[in-house]
């Protein structure tokens, strides 16, 4: 994928990229056009919580599918303890029997995630489910049936600010990079200073 620019650091293996919002509301724009240019309806948006949420709001503007619903569903219950199987967690309220699914989430990743639900759709009664991501993985066991950008990196999104400068800050220090330099890091993210600043200060918090 070119449109992003690939962003590596000094001792880091990992390469990431930064959609900014207005990226995002591009993807979006890209996939509500493959489902128009495809020619299905459908009668409502499924969203995975919590990865699909804010785009979400696009999607419907731009697809005019005004029926909404979200699921949780959650494969671990820490740090490399996975269930033995998936857990919904916030399951949809309403009946979707003989209803035209769009499931969407941000990314596929592993894939499993859309795999599981897909299926948990369609024993409820669902009479189809499509998928939708914005981004999709090489390695997904699943390729979503409408999808704007396909990627190897870690995707670092914009609306995860606190989140990913705690859990990428966390390595950069412990690897040795003072805090200035770690937040110059994330200048490169585009997220906002004053939020750098914010996330980087409850980091230290919890470590004292």
């Known amino acids: 994928m070119t449109r992003f620019q ?30 128009y240019e495809n020619g299905e309806r459908f009668d409502r948006i499924v969203t995975l919580a ?20 979200s699921i949780g569903v959650k494969f671990y219950s820490g740090v490399n303890e996975r269930f033995d199987e998936p857990k919904i967690y916030q399951d949809i309220p309403i009946s979707i029997e003989d209803e035209s699914i769009l499931l969407f989430d941000d990314v ?24 939708a991501t914005l981004f999709s993985k090489p390695h997904s066991k699943i390729k979503p049936d409408y999808s704007a950008a396909e990627t190897p990196a870690w995707i670092i999104f914009p609306f995860e600010p606190v989140e990913m400068v705690q859990l ?29 600043e914010h996330a980087l200060e409850l980091l230290l918090n919890s470590n004292n």
């Open 6 to 35: 690939p962003l590596q650091f000094d001792q880091d293996p990992v390469t990431y990229i930064a959609p900014t919002w207005n990226d995002m509301n591009d993807l979006t724009f890209e996939v509500s056009q493959q489902i």
């Open 50 to 69: 919590k990865g699909g949420w804010p785009m979400t709001r696009s999607l419907i503007d731009f697809t005019q599918i005004a029926e909404v619903a």
């Open 108 to 131: 596929a990743d592993s894939g499993d995630s859309l795999i599981f639900t897909k299926n948990h759709l369609l024993e409820n009664g669902a009479k189809t489910v499509r998928t």
């Open 168 to 196: 990428i800050g966390k390595k950069w220090l412990e690897q040795g990079f003072n805090l200035e330099e770690v937040k110059n890091r994330f200048a490169q993210f585009k997220f906002p200073k004053n939020t750098i």
